[in-house]
Every structure is written in structure tokens, then in C-alpha cells.
């Protein structure tokens, strides 16, 4: 159901939602593929990402929004409207290819000036209902600011739960919290505080008041606590607390020292912000994660993320060093924002970063959490460059049990990401990519030729393995299908023949059947046989939409292929045999080292083939 929109919004506190945050909601194409989304909308969607949205809402609704996005496209200003400028609203249903439903889903559709290929999107809000979404939006402004506000100051916060003694200290840094205590209260008094309460009774007295506030339950409370330290004068701190209305059993209150706290951790001091970004530097992300690890209790995990801007001395050479220090202040602003009170973010110096997650539980996850940040990334400086990182992860504790072993290997996956082509991340995997033994930590050429090693073995054995047997030797054997897809990181791949009408092998979780009629018919216009002998690549199978519709509805929309490399073997006009190598719902930036090597072992599989 299309909401007609009546003009700007008069009332001051909703006209502040009319401009929400960057990067909320999905960014759509003139036909409402979604080229970037929040994390939301793709854990909805699941393998459905590639769809237009214009496909996942009621029919008349999609047709209906699809037709407006088509119009504003072919706006000659609508560069000119002020970005978040209400253009449409919707009260539809939106549904999934999975059966999950949101029943009275609210779209908004807003003008932006983000643009892909110098042509213009559209962000189009999501929520169950357009009170739920002002209500978030309010919510999320209100926790951001009040964040900053506590992060500006150098103060320690505390909550007490009298219900199971359960005490907390932390403080604010980036507007991400950072716990000094989480224990039980007697035990912090017993280990912090009764020390100095046995020499000073007036130190006891003023620790045993605090107590009672807390017990009590005091609607609000001040007091100051007097202290001599042993090696300097007498100071006084000021305790403020009592009970946030509305939340009952909690006590919460404010520390307010005296003077800069002494033997106060680093990473928690004012001088541990790198002054480009305001994320914390290499020596205090280091500090804190090597603190962290040991809180990690038995069963969670963590990962650690080693960040690198993909050609970033071209930027700073083609744009100016004043554009490259914006392009790092646009990576470090969406690091903090997405990965918010999951864990935290640094910058090592330079185009690199870290990123320590401690609260995301599973790969798919992370998988989610990269993926909305990379497509962030790609759309931002469309018009100058297209941005992109590689990234390197490791995982605590199957990785090691030191910051210095899940560093190495972090470093190792970052560097095979660079080497595989950039713009990707690659989770560490002890069995594809080697262990690490002492020189490796120390450089990473040696620890990527582990890696190679490991791709010169698998192909050796399938390669003299078909030299004896033919191809038999492999296309019968899932364990050297599952090697290929492993060393090559590829998600599926198939093999068809005209013999019997049907696939010859397949290995990976295609959702449907191959279409053999379409890749025959489809091979004879896609491949240009002078040019490229029957091998045929494509990086993103999006781009064939308008080209070779057929193509893209066959491959993209029904078995969820977004990348591939096929290669065929003609018999006169006709193809005989082809190898596909399949990237499921994402796109993919071969190497050229990989796509030689995929290419040459198609066409010899599919020349084996062809002449049995």
C-alpha cells in the first residue's frame, strides 16, 4: 500500500528523523537491487541478497516502487535533492525465498547522494512499522550521544545488582565501554580497597558508608571519599550515584577522581587515541586485547581482524594526501559504528587496522558483519575510486592462545588475501594454509609459500593422477573436488556432457539442478571463441542482467551463482563439455595467477572428456 506524503514535516523533534544516520537501511539501484544494506536486512534475506527488493514486497507494491524508482532515475535534478528527502512510503509485506515473513513491513523511501558508476541510488528504510523505526532511530541517537558525552571525560562509571552482588567499573573510550572491574562487590572491596582501609580509618569509614548507599538502595546519593596515598598528599574523590527510575535492582553512580588516576591502564588514558581517527593506537589495542583474552571463558571464542586499505599509496599519489587522510577517517568511522559494543577497533598506523570481537559467536557472523562493512566501503568515493580492503582473521582459541600467535596468523591470512587479488578477507585454516613455525612469524613471503606448497602438492597429485587414469580420476573422486574448491577457495563446481542429458559431477551446496539448456544456448552467444578459446570469466554475474537476461535469471536469480569461470570444448559450433567453477551470492576478483590456473585445469579436464 503506497502512503501518500503530504510535505515536510513541521514538527521539530520528526523532522530530526528525517535525516537518519549514513548507511542505515539498504541502498538501491533504479530496478531496487540492493547494492548495500545494514546487517538486519541481509540476516533477513539470507541467500536471497542478490534479489530486487522490488521482488521481496507484495506484488503491486513492488511493481508500484519499482516504477518510482524508475522515474526519479530519470530525474534531470534529483542530484539536487537534499539527501533524506522523504520521496515514498510503503505498508507492505515483505518476505524472504525462505518462508520468513515481516507482516507490516514499513518501507521509506528517501533521496541520497550515494551513487554507483556515477549513477544515482535510493536509501529505502526498513522497519515493522514507521513508530518502531523513529522510536530506534531516537534510541540510537540518544546511546550515541550519550556515549560521546562520557567518553569526553575522564571518569569511571559503576553498577551494583543487590540481587547477586554484582558489581561493574568501567569507563568510555570511542563511545565503546571498557571494564575495569565485573565481580562481586566483596570481593572488589577485599582486593582493592581493604588495603588502604587498614591503615586509614577514615578510608574505612567512608568505603563502609558507600556500602550502605548501595545496599540500601538509595534513590540518590554524594559523598566524598578522603585517601593518603603512600607516596604522595591526601586527596579526596567524589562518589555520585543512586537508582535510574524505572530500573529496579541497580545502583549506578559516577567516580570522579581527584587527580588523573594513577597506574592507570594505558589503552584507558587520553593519550592512547590516535589523533587521525580517534580509534585507539597500536600500543593500546595491543594492551587491551592481551587483557582480554584471558577473561574469554571456556566454550566463546573471539576473532581477531587485521584491516589493510587495498592500494592505498595510489590514493594518497592520484588524490592528495589530505583525500587519503579522509579515506582513513571514513574506514575508521565505520569500523567503530558497525563493530560497536561487539569488541573494538584500532589503527596500527598507516592504512592498517585492527579489530578485536569478542561478542560475535559464529563465522556466519563475522561473514555478515564484513560484509556489510566491504560493501560500505565500495560506494562511498564512487565518483573518484572504488574503495576496498583486504582483510586477515584469526579465531581465539583454536588459533593460539597469545596475541602474538593470532596476530601471525591474522598476518599470514592477510597477506594471501593480497596475494589472491585484494578486496576479500581470509579466515586462517591450519590445513589450507600451513602451520607456523618460528621463522614464518617473522615473515610472511615464507609463511604464504606454506601456503603454495600446499596448492603445489593437491595439483601435482590431481594432474599426474589424471596423466595415468584420465579424467575419471577426478571427476569420480569428491575428495580432489573438495581440494580444488579448498585451495582455490571456490564454492561449487560443476562438470556437464551431452551425455545423458545431465550433469557429470558436482561438488558444493547448489540450491537447484543445473540448467543444461541454458548453458549450452547461453555459451554460444557469452563466449567469443577467437578471443578466448571457450574460457569465459566473469566477476559479477549482476552485470549480465541487462546483456544476457537469460544468463543472469539462470544463474544468479535460480541457483545463486554470482561469479563463475566456465570452460568449454566446442564440437563444430556446438559445446561438449564444460567445467564451471562457482562463487555463491557474492562477487569475486580473481587473480590472475587463479584464473590462469582454473583455466588451464577446465580445459584440460574438459579436453579429457570431450575425447572419451
Not at 588524490?319 to 569488541?343: C, N
Not at 582459541?397 to 596476530?407: N, S
Not at 590456473?597 to 575425447?611: A, E, F, R, S, Y
Request: proline share 3%; net charge negative; charged share 30%.
Amino acid at each position: 500500500m503506497y502512503l501518500e506524503h503530504s510535505g515536510p514535516v513541521e514538527d521539530e523533534q520528526k523532522r530530526i528523523f528525517q535525516k537518519p544516520a549514513l548507511n542505515e537501511g539498504v541502498l538501491v539501484r533504479n530496478d531496487g537491487t540492493v547494492v548495500a544494506a545494514d546487517e538486519w536486512y541481509y540476516d533477513f534475506v539470507q541467500t536471497s541478497s542478490g534479489l530486487s527488493l522490488c521482488e521481496l514486497i507484495a506484488p503491486e507494491d513492488g511493481d508500484g516502487l519499482h516504477r518510482q524508482l524508475e522515474d526519479l532515475a530519470k530525474e534531470r535534478d534529483y542530484d539536487r535533492r537534499e539527501p533524506g528527502t522523504l520521496l515514498g512510503e510503503y505498508l507492505t509485506r515483505l518476505e524472504n525465498r525462505l518462508g520468513d515473513v515481516v507482516e507490516h513491513a514499513y518501507l521509506r523511501l528517501e533521496s541520497t547522494r550515494e551513487t554507483e558508476g556515477r549513477r544515482p541510488l535510493f536509501r529505502i528504510l526498513v522497519s515493522d512499522l514507521q513508530r518502531m523505526q523513529t522510536l530506534e532511530a531516537f534510541r540510537r541517537q540518544l546511546l550515541s550521544k550519550y556515549r560521546f558525552f562520557m567518553t569526553l571525560k575522564n571518569e569511571l562509571y559503576f553498577e551494583y545488582r543487590p540481587s547477586d552482588e554484582h558489581f561493574v567499573v568501567y569507563k568510555y573510550i570511542n563511545g565503546t565501554s571498557f571494564r575495569i572491574e565485573d565481580t562481586d562487590i566483596f570481593e572488589y572491596l577485599r582486593r582493592v580497597h581493604e588495603p588502604m582501609a587498614e591503615k586509614d580509618p577514615n578510608y574505612a569509614q567512608g568505603i563502609r558508608t558507600f556500602l550502605s548507599y548501595m545496599k540500601k538502595e538509595e534513590p540518590s546519593f554524594e559523598m566524598n571519599v578522603r585517601y593518603q596515598p603512600e607516596d604522595g598528599e591526601a586527596m579526596t574523590a567524589r562518589i555520585v550515584g543512586g537508582v535510574p527510575a524505572g530500573v529496579p535492582d541497580m545502583v549506578a553512580g559516577i567516580y570522579i577522581p581527584s587527580q588523573e588516576l594513577k597506574n592507570e591502564a594505558y589503552y584507558l588514558t587520553p593519550a592512547a587515541k590516535d589523533p587521525g581517527t580517534g580509534l585507539l593506537n597500536k600500543r593500546a589495542v595491543t594492551e587491551y586485547a592481551m587483557e582480554m583474552l584471558p577473561t574469554i571463558e571456556e566454550g566463546e571464542i573471539a576473532w581477531l581482524l587485521i584491516i589493510d586499505i587495498d592500494d592505498f599509496k595510489s590514493i594518497n599519489d592520484n588524490f592528495g594526501h589530505a583525500f587519503g587522510d579522509e579515506v582513513i577517517k571514513y574506514v575508521a568511522d565505520t569500523l567503530q559504528k558497525e563493530v560497536g559494543t561487539r569488541g573494538f577497533a584500532g589503527r596500527f598506523g598507516g592504512d592498517e587496522f585492527f579489530v578485536f570481537l569478542n561478542r560475535i559467536r559464529t563465522r556466519d557472523d563475522l561473514k555478515l558483519l564484513l560484509k556489510t562493512v566491504t560493501k560500505q566501503f565500495l560506494i562511498k568515493f564512487d565518483t573518484r575510486f572504488v574503495l576496498t580492503c583486504s582483510v586477515g582473521v584469526s579465531c581465539y582459541p583454536q588459533d593460539g592462545a597469545t596475541l602474538e600467535e593470532l596476530f601471525a596468523k591474522a598476518d599470514k591470512a592477510l597477506y594471501i588475501a593480497k596475494e589472491k587479488g585484494k578486496n576479500r578477507h581470509i579466515i586462517y585454516d591450519p590445513k589450507l594454509h600451513g602451520d607456523l613455525g618460528s621463522e614464518s612469524i617473522q615473515s610472511q613471503a615464507v609463511s604464504y609459500a606454506i601456503s603454495a606448497e600446499r596448492r603445489r602438492e593437491v595439483l601435482g597429485r590431481i594432474m599426474l593422477g589424471m596423466c595415468e587414469q584420465g579424467a575419471a580420476y577426478f571427476v569420480e573422486n569428491r575428495d580432489h573436488l573438495r581440494d580444488l574448491r579448498t585451495i582455490f577457495d571456490l564454492d561449487g563446481i560443476t562438470i556437464v556432457t551431452d551425455f545423458g542429458g545431465k550433469a557429470l559431477c558436482r561438488d558444493g551446496k547448489y540450491v537447484t539442478k543445473p540448467n543444461l539448456d541454458l548453458l549450452v544456448s547461453e555459451c554460444e552467444t557469452v563466449f567469443t571463441r577467437k578471443e578466448n578459446s571457450g574460457k569465459y570469466v566473469e566477476n559479477n554475474i549482476l552485470m549480465q542482467k541487462d546483456v544476457h537476461p537469460e544468463l543472469y535469471q539462470g544463474l544468479y536469480v535460480q541457483q545463486e551463482i554470482g561469479a563463475c569461470i566456465v570452460c568449454a570444448e566446442f564440437v563444430g559450433a556446438l559445446p561438449h563439455t564444460m567445467m564451471t567453477f562457482d562463487i555463491f551470492n557474492k562477487t569475486r576478483k580473481w587473480s590472475d595467477k587463479d584464473m590462469d590456473m582454473l583455466c588451464l585445469i577446465g580445459q584440460t579436464i574438459t579436453k579429457l572428456l570431450c575425447k572419451q
